[in-house]
């Protein structure tokens, strides 16, 4: 059985700093695409970072490029996300997934071609 486990949410000030880390169990991820999604109360989920399975690419909703950043530690079996100078709409459930297909050559956006989802750890951020 396939599970997903982010931890590292919070509460944290604007300006501040989080580290979101999935662990992964049932599945060797190091052959996956994987991507971070968050949902915001009545908000659908978007896309906001994809890792690609050896780590050597990666893509960034517009609105995270130059404050997040994705990367994995495959011996780990673990993928992160690094956030900085977070505002008050970065707040949401975050949630990592891995991709479908093995060895993607593509990073995907789309959360319908992630397969395995975490449940998902909360940030807020709020002064």
């Known amino acids: 059985q396939v599970q997903l486990v982010e931890s590292g949410g919070g509460l944290v000030q604007p300006g501040g700093s989080l580290r979101l880390s999935c662990a992964a169990s049932g599945l060797t991820l190091n052959n996956y695409n994987m991507g971070w999604f968050r949902q915001a109360p009545g908000k659908e989920r978007e896309f906001v970072a994809a890792?690609?399975?050896?780590?050597?690419?990666?893509y960034y909703a517009d609105a995270m490029k130059g404050r997040f950043t994705i990367s994995r530690d495959n011996p780990k079996n673990t993928v992160y996300l690094q956030m900085n100078s977070l505002q008050p709409l970065d707040t949401a459930v975050y949630y990592c997934?891995?991709?479908?297909?093995?060895?993607?050559?593509?990073?995907?956006?789309?959360?319908?071609?992630?397969?395995?989802w975490g449940q998902g750890t909360q940030v807020t951020v709020s002064s």
């Open positions: 997934a891995v991709d479908t297909y093995f060895r993607r050559p593509r990073l995907s956006i789309a959360n319908f071609e992630y397969v395995y």
């Open positions: 890792i690609s399975w050896t780590g050597g690419s990666t």
